[in-house]
């Protein structure tokens, strides 16, 4: 397998992955993509749009490529070479940056793969690298063994609804004792918030077209739940609109998009259990 | 301003035929609501309910507040907003804004309210005809604070201003935060920058910048512009004003965008040239439907100390950049900012500006247009409420003879006066006139009467001139 690393000019992820890769005894050809490579990158970057963002400040490197598959970010690119696509789950595109890595979703791995998970992390992490992890209550074991090894500096809990909903908000079979463990365990790291986004659900006893958004009384028992789960009235608790039009669900396209002032009956009522609530 | 030691308090002057008689309500310092008749009896103390404002509302129920947050955590933060009948019981609370654990204190939640409300049915909180404010229903706007760091205006924290409408479940369902529309406000660099350094830092709490200190809010409700087509005024949009910015605003209640706006700078039109500088004012509203001046903009200008902006020798570093030792009660044509009435120093009847001063409240202080016509001022530092005609002519004066214990002060916060039928639980009042004294001969006990016991002439004396030249030029009014 031939590595090519394209990295740039002052990249101190770059400088991580080659780190990697230096351990590991991976041998690599590196390009600056704003230097040498540049020719070479614009030519790489045209043949495989689809597999490389540009964001708003431009490319993110690293990115890595092994003649079939092709990783943007450091996270990624060591998690590729670490366990092929085995986290691909756990480990998608950091949107922030500035000392920190996103894109960790705990919930979206498979947790067979918790070694090399943690193997990956740990490496970013001793490498000066801040962990933001995401979770929906999923693979609270998961959740578990990165708490106890100190992998995670923030987490963003994403509470779907209250247990009897949480199901159809999910779109899949959960184990809400499951959520609520994971729950526990985000109270016990450095920086957390949990995050209610206020969406449409099915209301299987209303029908096919039974769409309706969380009431704030169904936020209010999410918000209960959060206080019991904890054992806090006073947890970080943001509640957000829901985008239709960014939902890949297509049967929520026609749902009309909520402003944030019509959050704000939902905030006093999870404010009844949440007292520090806002609305974002 | 200008008071000697002695003088009298209560009611000083009636003319029952000029006045729209009724029941003025007010917050006595340190001692409760208290309602009042138009001699000055005192019909009923609400003990120890703060306000601010206090109001009356149909029934004889009143609003206020049970109480302050500690000086040392917050400033000016009304725990709750009640609303309690004639005889204290509360029908009404709103507190849950903002969950709130001083160190020391018991946690609880707060209002946070602070200078103004607004109770459904009538947009301004005081009498107008078909526009009484619901007593058993409906939802209140609120001017609260809340704590925001915003570093485009400060990288301090800042004591911000927010305006929120509370249904009469106590559930928050509209909010509008003034520092979130920071762009739309009008400073100039010079302004920024000083703002960044000096948001008018207070101390409590650990810090914050009260960098706006917005004291009045209220609807516009139904008027003529509106019904021309001009949506800026529409019936639900708020109208507030900021004493420390000069800034006086309408907020479009949809958008929460800032549609119309008076301030910060009075120096950029001739219209607002003419206008002048607006420093400190109060109380800025929409005269609503049914009162003589409706849809213009009553504002009591109180002077003083106020804005940022480019130093100059009164404000050395630009903090508070304007001054002014008077104040003006304006009514403005919202529209082509003319002036369509006022009552200044001038039409007090004072020596302009040698003796302007005696109309002055740097701080506080309101104007309430009355059905006939008249306006009720409150000259707030002084404990001062003087009903005006049309003409500038006082025909009502009451002095509050209530100063504090801890602040030794008697002022006003803002009176109101309500028709007597809002009070059905008392007979109408007596109303008897109260003449004008002639202070030149009024004497205290122990007082020798006037007029010298012996007077004799002096050979080659001129008489006085009159136009007698003082150390500065007088009844000088400055052009723009």
């Known amino acids: 397998m031939s590595l090519i690393l394209f990295t740039a000019t002052g990249c101190a992820r770059c400088q991580i992955a080659k780190k990697f890769m230096r351990e590991k005894n991976l041998g690599f050809d590196e390009h600056d993509a704003i230097g040498e490579g540049k020719e070479l990158f614009g030519k790489f970057y045209r043949a495989h749009r689809t597999a490389i963002v540009r964001g708003a400040d431009g490319v993110e490197f690293p990115v890595l490529a092994d003649g079939s598959e092709v990783r943007q970010g450091v996270a990624a690119a060591i998690a590729w070479l670490q366990a092929g696509d085995r986290l691909d789950g756990f480990i998608g595109r950091s949107e922030i940056s500035k000392g920190w890595v996103g894109g960790l979703h705990v919930s979206k791995g498979d947790p067979a793969a918790i070694e090399d998970l943690v193997g990956v992390l740990g490496f970013l992490k001793r490498n000066g690298l801040k962990l933001l992890l995401d979770t929906d209550g999923r693979n609270a074991a998961v959740l578990e063994r990165l708490l106890a090894q100190g992998l995670g500096d923030r987490v963003a809990m994403e509470l779907k609804g209250p247990k009897a909903l949480y199901a159809a908000m999910m779109g899949m079979p959960i184990d809400t004792e499951e959520v609520h463990r994971s729950m526990t365990q985000v109270a016990g790291f450095p920086e957390y918030r949990f995050e209610t986004t206020v969406a449409p659900v099915v209301r299987a006893e209303e029908g096919p077209t039974g769409l309706r958004y969380l009431t704030p009384d169904e936020v209010a028992e999410t918000a209960l739940w959060l206080k019991v789960a904890t054992g806090s009235h006073r947890q970080p608790y943001v509640l957000r609109v829901f985008d239709p039009q960014a939902d890949p669900d297509d049967r929520f396209r026609s749902v009309e998009m909520l402003t944030p002032t019509a959050l704000l009956r939902h905030r006093s009522a999870a404010r009844r259990h949440q007292v520090l609530t806002e609305v974002e | ?480």
């Open chain 2, 1 to 480: 301003m200008t008071y000697p030691s002695i003088f009298p308090t209560g009611a000083t002057l009636y003319d029952p035929g000029r006045c729209w008689n009724g029941y003025t309500v007010f917050q006595a310092k340190e001692v409760g609501a208290l309602l009042i008749d138009m001699n000055g009896g005192e019909v009923q103390l609400w003990k120890e309910l703060h306000g601010m404002p206090n109001r009356l509302l149909p029934g004889g129920h009143l609003i206020g507040s049970t109480g302050e947050r500690s000086t040392a955590f917050g400033s000016q933060d009304g725990i709750d907003l009640v609303q309690v009948d004639w005889d204290g019981n509360v029908v009404w609370r709103f507190n849950q804004y903002e969950f709130i654990e001083d160190p020391g204190e018991a946690p609880q939640w707060m209002a946070r309210q602070h200078h103004d409300y607004q109770r459904e049915g009538n947009p301004v909180g005081y009498y107008a005809p078909g526009l009484a404010p619901l007593t058993d229903r409906g939802n209140t706007m609120i001017l609260s604070h809340k704590n925001v760091r915003n570093p485009a205006i400060c990288d301090k924290p800042l004591l911000d201003d927010s305006i929120i409408e509370v249904n009469w479940e106590g559930e928050v369902i509209w909010e509008w935060v003034c520092s979130e529309h920071f762009d739309e406000l009008g400073f100039r660099e010079d302004a920024r920058n000083l703002l960044f350094r000096n948001p008018n830092w207070l101390k409590s709490g650990g810090g914050a910048g009260d960098w706006m200190h917005i004291n009045s809010m209220s609807l516009l409700g139904p008027n003529r512009w509106f019904d021309a087509g001009d949506r800026r005024f529409h019936p639900d949009n708020i109208i507030w004003c900021a004493r420390e910015s000069n800034i006086t605003a309408i907020v479009d209640k949809q958008t929460g965008r800032i549609v119309w706006r008076l301030g910060p700078n009075y120096d950029e039109t001739a219209e607002l040239r003419r206008l002048g500088w607006i420093i400190g004012q109060h109380h800025a509203h929409m005269i609503p439907r049914g009162l003589p001046g409706e849809g213009h903009i009553l504002v009591f200008d109180n002077g003083g100390w106020a804005g940022y902006g480019a130093p100059n020798p009164g404000s050395p570093t630009g903090f508070r950049n304007a001054l002014r030792d008077h104040s003006r009660v304006l009514e403005i044509d919202p529209i082509s900012l003319q002036v369509v009435w006022q009552y200044t120093p001038v039409e007090a009847g004072l020596a302009f500006p040698v003796d302007a001063n005696r109309f002055y409240s740097p701080f506080i202080s309101s104007a309430q247009r009355l059905p006939n016509g008249n306006t009720l001022i409150t000259e707030g530092s002084g404990g001062r409420l003087i009903e005006v005609t049309d003409g500038h002519e006082i025909v009502w004066e009451y002095i509050s003879p209530y100063w504090g214990r801890m602040l030794k002060i008697n002022m006003i916060y803002r009176a109101y006066r309500v028709p007597y039928d809002w009070v059905p639980q008392v007979e109408t009042p007596a109303e008897q006139a109260i003449e004008r004294i002639d202070v030149t001969h009024f004497r205290v006990p122990g007082a020798s009467p006037r007029g010298a016991r012996r007077t004799v002439n002096v050979a080659g004396v001129l008489p006085y001139r009159p136009d007698a030249a003082l150390c500065v030029r007088t009844d000088v009014v400055e052009k723009s």
